[in-house]
């Protein structure tokens, strides 16, 4: 669900209300995933970079 979410945020262009309406989850819910997965992206990139 949080990549599904990542997708359609950054590919997609969609907001954050339109993405949890598209996945059908409530936008609290996708509030949570998305600043999880921006998060773990972030130290992913960061690991990378070392």
Known sequence: MKAELVKLRFFGG???PEAAAALGMP???AR???????????D???GAEK
């Open 32 to 42: 949570r995933h998305w600043t999880f997965a921006r998060a773990w992206l972030r």
């Open 44 to 46: 992913a990139v960061e």
């Open 27 to 29: 936008e609290r819910t």
């Open 14 to 16: 969609l907001s954050l």
